[in-house]
Structure formats: structure tokens, C-alpha cells
């Protein structure tokens, strides 16, 4: 099996500019990205996980300006259906070029959803920028305040930054402290569906990024479509990423292959595991 899916190149990158850095997860490679197709008039929007009602947990939003995508900046380690307001951004916002952030699951939706148009017609061929970001794994909202407030002793309020690296669990607060927990408490906190999940690197997003791979504040971006590779020679062109060979940096892409085989291993274990679950049946198995 491929294990990092087809793309045109692979740098570790960061964004230019100090206000996106300041509060980005990585290098900041979403927001700028966003930021930058919208000026240039590539996109007139997009759906990012936005703040939501209670703290750290995400709420689908289209953002029409460069400060509501700034506000959206960061890894919120809950579940946010960016998928949801896709519709919307159409219909009720008017977008004709939607950008779109997501876990590989949900580019696969969206994928998905432009083959088979279901219910979705004039929406999917207005999709112009699709992000896709690394993913592991991902909690429901409860699981991550137990994590962060029982296991981490941090009050979701205090909370500045959470980061997923190094086999451990990393819970920043707003006055500097840092706890963490070995990544194997957080285990059974995991959502149940993310372990028949067979994608690491976002393999469906038009360039797709995280932090494995890339020393801190860079992430490792991989370049796929062609409206992507487009689209991510303009930007490089105009100044607002900073680019190396991916060879170039530590821990490189060894790191990244490694993990994705890693994942991609244990969920077919686990889909073969369920196929057999019960007495002469099993349960259903989504990729056949
Ligand atoms: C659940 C989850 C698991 C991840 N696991 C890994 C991993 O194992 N390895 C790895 O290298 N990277 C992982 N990432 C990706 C990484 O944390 C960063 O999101 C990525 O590197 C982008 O950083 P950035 O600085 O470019 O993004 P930023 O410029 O900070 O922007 C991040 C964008 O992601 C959106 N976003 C935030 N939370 C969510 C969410 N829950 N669902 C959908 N969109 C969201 C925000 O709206 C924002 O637009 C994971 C991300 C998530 C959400
Ligand atoms: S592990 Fe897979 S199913 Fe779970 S959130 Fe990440 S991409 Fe989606």
C-alpha cells in the first residue's frame, strides 16, 4: 500500500509572516495558504474549525476575511464536521470558490462527495482549495477535557496550546506551564471510527500538511493536484513561504513513511479483527 499517497513534490515550509507563526499550530502553512488564496481572489472564502461556545472546542465556520481565518488558527484535538457547512457555504454564503480545511477523513468526503454528488449538486464544483492535514487520530469533545483537565491538570480556560509529538500528549497554559502524558494514557479516549482509518497524510487534499517530518514551528507539506501545485508556486513565488528540501531537514520524511505505515498496519488488523467479531458474521466492512 501507498503510505503517503501520490504527490508532485514534499518541502518543509513555514509562512513568512510573524503575526501567523505567533499562534499557528505548525508553520502555519493553513492559515497563510487561506489567507493568501483569498487576496489574491483564488478563493472567496473557506470552512475552517472556528471557535466554538466552549473553550477548545470547534465550531465549522465559513470564514470570509483574513482575520476570521486567523482566528481559526491552531489544532483544536476534537472533532469539528467541517463537511457540515459546506452547503452553506454555497448556498447561504454565495462563495463560488470555497477553500476548505480537513482531516484525511474529511477530504475524503469531499472527494467523495464531487464524484457522487448526493443531494450536493451546485456545491461540490466550487470547491477550489482543498487543505488537508495530517491526522492520527481524533477524541470527542468529553475525551479531550478529560484529557487535558483530569490527566493534565489544566483548566480548558488556561489552556493556550495542545500538541500531539514525541509519543506524548503536550498541554500548553496561556501562563507557561507545560504538563504532558505518556500518548498511551490517552489511548482509550481515541473515537472508535479512527481506528478502521487508513490514511495518515491527507492523501485526497490538493497539498496537504502537518508537523511530523519538520523541525518545531515548520510543517512538512506535501504538494499533490495540479490546481495545488498551482496554486502553492504562486505563493512560493510571492514571498509568503519559506521553503527547504525536505531531505534538507531532521527528522525527514523516514519519520513520517514510518508512521504512516505504523497507522495504516494496526487499522487493517483491526478491520480484519472486526470482519470476524461475531459468531459466522462480522461487522461491516466500509472499503468493500
Ligand atoms: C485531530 C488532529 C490530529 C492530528 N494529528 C497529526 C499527526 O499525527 N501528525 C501531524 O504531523 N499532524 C497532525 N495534525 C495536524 C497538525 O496538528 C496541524 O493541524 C497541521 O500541521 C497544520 O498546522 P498549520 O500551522 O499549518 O495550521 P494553522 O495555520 O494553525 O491552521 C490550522 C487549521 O486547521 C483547522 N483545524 C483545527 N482543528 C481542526 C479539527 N479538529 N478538524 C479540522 N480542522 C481543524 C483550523 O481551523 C485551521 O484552519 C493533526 C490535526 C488534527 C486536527
Ligand atoms: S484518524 Fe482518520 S477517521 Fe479519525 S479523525 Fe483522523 S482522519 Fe478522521
Given amino acids: 500500500m501507498d503510505m503517503l499517497g501520490k504527490y508532485k513534490t514534499c518541502v518543509a ?3 513568512t509572516s510573524s503575526e501567523i507563526l505567533k499562534s499557528s499550530q505548525d508553520g502555519g502553512i493553513v492559515t497563510q495558504m487561506f489567507i493568501y488564496a483569498l487576496e489574491e481572489g483564488i478563493i472567496d472564502g473557506a470552512i475552517v474549525a472556528g471557535p466554538g461556545d466552549e473553550p ?4 465549522p ?3 470570509t476575511t483574513p482575520e476570521e481565518i486567523l482566528a481559526a488558527r491552531g489544532t483544536r484535538y476534537n472533532i469539528s464536521p467541517n463537511m457540515a457547512v459546506i452547503k452553506e457555504s454555497v448556498r447561504k454564503y454565495g462563495l463560488d ?3 476548505i480545511v480537513g482531516t484525511p477523513c474529511q477530504m475524503q468526503a469531499l472527494r467523495k462527495a464531487q464524484l457522487y454528488p448526493v443531494g450536493m449538486r451546485y456545491v461540490t464544483d466550487k470547491i477550489a482549495l482543498a487543505m488537508g492535514i495530517f491526522c492520527m487520530e481524533n477524541f470527542s469533545y468529553q475525551s479531550m477535557k478529560q484529557i487535558v483537565e483530569d490527566h493534565c491538570n489544566v483548566d480548558l480556560h488556561s489552556l493556550k496550546k495542545t500538541d500531539i509529538g514525541k509519543g506524548k500528549y503536550w498541554a500548553y497554559t496561556n501562563r507557561g506551564a507545560v504538563s504532558q502524558i505518556p500518548l498511551k494514557v490517552t489511548h482509550k479516549y481515541e473515537q472508535p471510527g479512527c481506528h478502521v482509518c487508513l490514511d495518515y497524510v491527507a492523501n485526497m487534499g490538493d497539498i496537504s500538511t502537518g508537523s511530523v517530518g519538520s523541525p518545531d514551528g515548520w510543517s512538512t507539506v506535501f504538494v499533490r493536484s495540479t ?3 498551482n496554486i502553492w508556486k ?3 513565488e510571492a514571498g509568503v513561504f519559506e521553503v527547504k528540501a525536505i531531505d534538507s531537514v531532521k527528522p525527514g ?3 513520517v513513511t514510518k508512521l504512516a505505515t505504523e497507522k495504516i498496519t494496526k487499522n487493517q488488523k483491526e478491520l480484519e479483527h472486526r470482519a470476524k467479531m461475531g459468531v459466522n458474521k462480522g461487522l461491516r466492512n466500509p472499503y468493500i
Fill in 234 to 236: 504562486k505563493a512560493v
Fill in 61 to 63: 465556520m465559513v470564514a
Fill in 97 to 99: 470558490k470555497v477553500g
Fill in 253 to 255: 520524511l523516514d519519520l
Fill in 227 to 229: 490546481n495545488g501545485d
Fill in 13 to 15: 515550509a513555514r509562512s
Fill in 56 to 59: 477548545w472546542k470547534p465550531k
